[in-house]
């Protein structure tokens, strides 16, 4: 599991191999780290094909766009990626998830003052997300997404699903 940290870096959180003997933590290193390269030499539907065979790229773009939605000033740190192995006929190659956290700045300009000038990507903290901001297919693929998300995913009804689920969890602690 890496966590993503501010532009390039990142924190090799943990590793196993019990699920993944025919992949290194090198070799999912690398497939990481190529996310945030492939910009350098591709661009538009060549670089959403290429994200899209090492990354879920319709969940982070559900998670970016969640955090344009509930504006969270700081989220570049916050995200896991997690991978498994996918096999084909060329072997075994890491493929990302990512697993997030820490929504303790909602409502907030983003960390340091980096809004992106023009886009629904909130905040330009990190190469991948100024990239899907820059690249007009990815961005196009994102607001295709954002838009799903926002009349699939976040509907009315789901919303108060959610606030009276957690209010009922919570609703003890405020009776005492």
Do not use: C
């Amino acid at each position: 599991m890496l966590r993503r940290g501010y532009e390039l870096s990142y924190d090799v959180d943990h590793y196993e191999s019990i699920d993944n003997l025919d992949l290194s933590q090198e070799e999912y290193e690398s497939s990481y780290q190529q996310l945030y390269t492939a910009q350098d030499t591709l661009s538009g539907e060549e670089l959403f094909d290429t994200l899209t065979t090492s990354l879920n790229l319709n969940q982070y773009f559900n998670w970016l766009g969640l955090n344009t939605w509930i504006m969270n000033g700081d989220y570049t740190d916050e995200v896991y990626f997690y991978g498994k192995a996918i096999y084909s006929e060329d072997g075994a190659a890491p493929y990302f998830n990512i697993s997030v956290w820490d929504y303790d700045d909602l409502f907030l300009d983003p960390h340091n003052g980096n809004a992106i000038e023009g886009s629904l990507v909130y905040a330009g903290e990190n190469v991948l997300d100024l990239t899907i901001a820059a690249d007009s297919y990815l961005y196009q693929k994102f607001l295709e997404n954002f838009y799903d998300l926002l009349t699939d995913e976040l509907t009315e009804e789901a919303i108060n699903q959610a606030v009276e689920m957690h209010s009922a969890k919570i609703e003890k602690f405020f009776s005492r």
